[in-house]
């Protein structure tokens, strides 16, 4: 993008003293790679796994979108449908965004604290991370070649009684102890400023940074302690026995915070970034705080909502997941306010006017805003579906169902990818020292992508009404009489071509995100940069919010009581009856 940030950045340079947040890696005339070459070193490594596993898994994708459609049966067969699944599962959800995350916040942290923060503990959880994805990925892939005795098809949500060989659980639970590494980098990255600024509010972003990492070291523990002391000795013979539904408490009790680890790094991009793409400034770092915050508390206390239909977990434990979740709404509610009233303000600045016709003084030439503000436009039908997801009796209609791949697809598959993917067209120039190549094509992929995922996505939904269930090669059932699956609005057929059509629309879309990256990535370096990375300070400043919202030790506990309260009886009355011992107590009714 052009220098369209004009505004505020003097305004970047006076409000500093007061906001501790500052131009750093942004004085003009040295980009962020020039400042801090190790660091931009270590993103860049870190992004160039993430956009592996996304172009891998997008193939994957698309495989299955034409499969399980019957548009294109060439690939595979439907026997080898489970390892194509479980290997897009795995890698987008888990490798693509665990790395890109890892790489996004060394950016947020170095930038937003002034230090560099690469350095061998950086190092060592990338390896380790990079290790675990290659021991898991090839678990996996050699499900296709049946003679090997080695597969993985267990999805990537792994609990018993699907069994994979040892080597995968091993590779997942390196993925999650890498990231603690990484955790552990940015905490002490942190603790070196603090000793050199003791009264200063935690820069922005990595107060973000702090906060999600938080709340994934609470929620990753049940994902540790289900591998750890279930899956791999388990798998490895050493014990006969697990519990399912044992294994799948620990799984879900991860399985819901983890997608708000997917969501945070793209509401970092979406309160620091976006604001600044668009010409203006953040409403309120104060209202972004409170929003971290909230989420820290209440992301974990929730895992039962993936339960609803599991028989052994009392209504009542359910019922308290389901309120704590609607609770999570709020966050995301006043997020929509704040970076909506952000995005009014770059367009006002830019010279926009009316009620809504500001909304075309926005910058839909430059690829990053365009990508990201799609993404949140996307993040809002989620979250409308997401509250039917939500919804305990409502759940029981769409539970398994193609409505299930059909939110998230909004969620981690637009508001998460299509948002890594628009903030690298913004980022990687910065990281790299290169201008930003093929801009036609970059600037066409987030409307592609748009495109592709309101076809596929909205397809999914009602197909999923219809009753047509996910995680299937032959869907077709053809002894089932039509009007089982007939469909609320258009028919079954018409739904199967839009999937496939939204399908391709969308792995095009992914190859054309590939091909930009990989030609500024060959483009010798040099000349004037195509952004600029400076990001101005909030209109309300962190000063204008109590002091206690940074406060971190304090949210944390509280944090923790929660999961005290949520989840010891459901755990006891799982344990009490042997801990590897297969049922559950009685429920009284
Ligand atoms: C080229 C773009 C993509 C296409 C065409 C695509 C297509 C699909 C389809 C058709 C399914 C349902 C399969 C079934 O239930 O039988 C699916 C499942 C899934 N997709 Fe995607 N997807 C794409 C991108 C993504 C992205 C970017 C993510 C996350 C970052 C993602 C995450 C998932 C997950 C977690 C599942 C569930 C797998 C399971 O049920 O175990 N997808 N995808
Ligand atoms: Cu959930």
């Known amino acids: 993008m052009t220098a369209t ?50 172009g891998i898994g997008g193939f994957f994708g698309l495989i299955q979108a034409l499969h399980r459609t019957g548009a294109f049966r060439g690939f595979v067969s439907s026997a080898d449908y489970y390892t194509v699944l479980t290997g897009h599962g795995v890698l987008l959800a888990l490798v693509f965004t665990t790395f890109f995350i890892a790489g996004l916040f060394t950016w947020g942290v170095s930038r937003s604290l002034e230090r560099s923060i690469a350095g061998r503990l950086s190092w060592i959880w990338f390896w380790t991370m990079f290790a675990g994805t290659v021991l898991a990925a090839v678990t996996i892939l050699a499900g296709f070649v049946p003679s090997l005795g080695v597969n993985a098809d267990v999805l990537f949500t792994f609990y018993a009684p699907m069994e994979a060989n040892p080597a995968f659980y091993l590779g997942a639970a390196l993925i999650i102890v890498g990231s603690w590494i990484a955790g552990a980098n940015y905490f002490l990255a942190y603790r070196g400023w603090r000793a050199e600024h003791p009264d200063d509010r935690i820069p922005l972003q990595t107060f973000m940074v702090l906060t999600t990492m938080l709340m994934w070291y609470l929620a ?14 388990w798998s490895l013979g050493l014990i006969q026995t697990v519990d399912p539904l044992m294994t799948r408490t620990l799984f879900w009790y991860f399985g819901h915070p983890v ?4 969501l945070l790094p793209a509401y970092l991009v979406w309160y620091t970034v976006l604001p600044k793409l668009a010409g203006g400034r953040l409403l309120s770092d104060p209202l972004a705080r409170v929003v971290f915050v909230l989420l820290l508390l209440l992301s974990t206390p929730t895992g039962f909502h993936h339960q609803y239909l599991d028989p052994g977990i009392a209504e009542g434990f359910k019922f308290v997941a389901m309120t704590n979740t609607m609770f999570l709404l709020l966050p995301s509610l006043i997020t929509a306010f704040t970076v909506v009233a952000s995005m009014e303000h770059g367009a006002r600045q830019r010279g926009g006017t009316g009620y809504v016709n500001w909304l075309r003084k926005l910058p839909w030439g430059d690829p ?16 409308f579906s997401g509250m039917v997801n939500a919804g305990m009796n409502l759940n029981y209609l769409i539970h398994n169902t193609i409505w299930v791949p059909g939110h998230f697809h909004l969620t981690v598959g637009t508001a998460f990818a299509l948002t890594a993917m628009a903030v690298t067209y913004w980022l990687f120039p910065q990281i790299s020292g290169k201008r930003l190549q093929l801009k036609t094509a970059a ?66 879309s992914l190859l054309l995100f590939l091909v930009v990256i990989v030609a500024t990535w060959l483009t010798p370096r040099g000349g004037q940069l195509s952004v600029d990375g400076r990001i101005p ?11 206690v919202l940074d406060d971190i030790r304090l949210w944390t506990i509280i944090a923790v ?20 011992q297969p049922g559950s107590p009685p429920i009284p009714v």
């Open 5 to 54: 940030a004009t505004s505020g950045t003097e305004d970047a340079v006076a409000d500093d003293a007061e906001t501790g947040e500052s131009p750093s890696s942004t004085t003009p005339g040295s980009t962020y790679i020039e400042t801090y070459p190790d660091d931009a070193k270590l993103i860049r490594y870190s992004f160039a796994v993430a956009f592996g596993a996304l």
């Open 220 to 233: 990753s523990i049940g994902v540790a302690v289900e591998v750890v002391a279930f899956l791999l000795p």
């Open 259 to 262: 997608v708000y680890f997917w």
């Open 368 to 383: 990053a805003f365009v990508g990201i503000s799609l993404s949140g436009l996307m993040f809002a039908a989620g979250g």
């Open 443 to 508: 600037l066409v992929q987030p409307y592609l992508w748009f495109l592709g995922m309101t076809l596929m996505s909205n397809a999914m939904h009602r197909a999923g009404l219809a009753g047509v269930p996910r995680r299937t090669a032959e869907p077709q059932y053809p002894n089932t009489p039509a009007v089982v699956f007939q469909g609320v609005v258009g028919g079954i057929g018409e739904m199967r071509t839009q999937i496939a059509l939204g399908g391709t629309l969308l792995f095009v």
């Open 537 to 547: 300070p909030a209109i309300s400043g962190p000063e204008s919010g109590p002091l």
């Open 561 to 580: 009581v929660l999961v005290v309260l949520t989840y010891t009886l459901p755990l006891w009355g799982l344990a009490a009856d042997g801990l590897i």
